[in-house]
């Protein structure tokens, strides 16, 4: 994933990048009447994820182009608790790091000229995982966009919390599917 490292530095038009005080809104218009919150239903309209791998149950905030912060409510109903571990479930680290992902994909969905397109992993880097999430507990995951390169990368930085103490946090890097 070498060809990710100079991200931050736009080299071709089309290029996007937040550095110091710069800011992606001079660069992306968000319309006055943009929606902050987002429904299970409309999550759905832009993201492809079905049962049992839609991660994400609602957006509470939203910042077009920028941010958005969404939860998952943890439920010992998840199929993964059957194995993950018998007598003492624990939300796997890579489902939590996938929740993350698909919040960063609201963003990314909505960014001018990829509507529809669909974004996959490209790379996952510095993440660490700080304490367990368990069946019960609500995970609130913040992702911001870091850069976009030739609308065909993206770069975030995920931070997952629950009743305010830092679970999970990384970097998270996507490509565009053609």
């Not at 059957?82 to 990314?108: K, S």
């Amino acid at each position: 994933m070498s060809t990710l490292i100079d991200v931050n530095t736009p080299t071709a038009p089309g290029d996007l990048a937040i550095e110091g005080n710069q800011d992606l809104s001079s660069r992306i218009s968000t319309p006055a009447s943009a929606k902050t919150q987002l429904t299970i239903e409309e999550i759905q309209k832009l993201l492809p994820h079905r049962y049992p791998f839609a991660l994400v149950d609602k957006i509470i905030e939203y910042v077009p182009g920028k941010r958005a912060i969404g939860i998952k409510n943890v439920t010992f109903n998840e199929p993964h608790f059957q194995g993950h571990f018998p007598g003492r479930p624990i939300m796997p680290g890579v489902m939590i790091v996938e929740a993350m992902a698909q919040v960063g994909g609201i963003v990314l969905t909505q960014l001018p000229d990829v509507e529809g397109n669909l974004f996959v992993f490209a790379g996952i880097d510095k993440v660490r995982f700080r304490r367990p999430v368990v069946p019960g507990d609500q995970l609130v995951m913040s992702v911001e966009l870091l850069c976009v390169k030739r609308r065909r990368f993206g770069k975030m930085q995920a931070r997952a919390e629950v009743d305010g103490q830092l679970v999970t946090e990384g970097e998270l890097m996507f490509s565009l599917v053609d």
